[in-house]
């Protein structure tokens, strides 16, 4: 049998899970898992770039570990885990950041976005994001890096780190490629629908959260911005046109599996307020068993604390395996 490629990706406890994460990140996740030697990070240490509430910051790993969870990603199968668990992580994006160019940091979108955003706190953690990124990706030596289109820059300057270090001291990395679903990639924001639904977004009406409750999530799609069309065909899919409506077929089409033009037929003749209900009540039964199974293994803190400690051993070895590869090449001192 051939060895199963293997499969890295993360997400920032920086904010609740949305519906986009679910959709964009981890359903696809989930309908890998068979196929990869898969590695799940929750990454806090990057988390910290922008300023945390410690007591939330707490709440919402656990929180996103028993998300992760519930949404299908069976710990017995993958590699969950904590990124400051491996310290593997901090010591090779140390020396990452030594082969990382000044110039190169500062073409990164995602850094001048968060600069122009948290202008009162433009760190060198900020700035270095992509080389701890780089590091949590080389570690696995992971051939795919499942994230959305706006991670895709970061993934490019891993590669680049990657060859360059090959260069410099022969093959040491697998050079990773980044894999961007087609399909829910973008799910868009409910009050902004030109935006990505983001966690971080300060606009709580625009984003749904995994472990909202029924009724918020309806109040959020009963208010989801559409447009003034009034035809019959009004419910149709086209991004550049109709924002809003698209992104609520995309969603329906998502949550049911129905497909886009299953879906404009199913509402010919029929306006927007249809169809948020129904986009509505496909979300609610598409997040119920997901909420109810993150209830439970919340109260089950010894469960939770066993699948995070398994997950760092086993990224633990896999990730001491490069970086002593890595101090070796570079020429330190065996310990
Ligand atoms: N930067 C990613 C984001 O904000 C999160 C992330 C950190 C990540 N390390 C990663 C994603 C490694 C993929 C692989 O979405």
Redesign the pocket.
Known sequence: MDKKKTM?????PSGELTLGSYIGAIKNWVSMIEDYDAYY?I?DL?AITVRQEPAALRRRILEQLAQYIACGLDPEKVTLFIQSHVSAHAELAWVLNCYTMFGELSRMTQFKDKSASHADNINGGLFTYPSL?AA??LLYQADL?P??ED?KQ?VELCRDIAIRFNNAHGETFKVPEAFIPKVGARIMSLSEPTNKMSKSDKDPSGSVHLLEKPEDIMRKFKRAITDSDTSADCVRFSPSEKPGVSNLIQIYSCASGKSISDIENEFAGRGYGDLKMTVGNAVVETLRPIREETERLLKDKAYLEEVYKMGAKKAEYAAGKTLGKVYRKLGFVSR
Do not use: A, R
């Open positions: 890295f990706s993360g997400i920032q990070c990454v990057h990124m949590d990706i890096v994230v959305g991670q970061h």
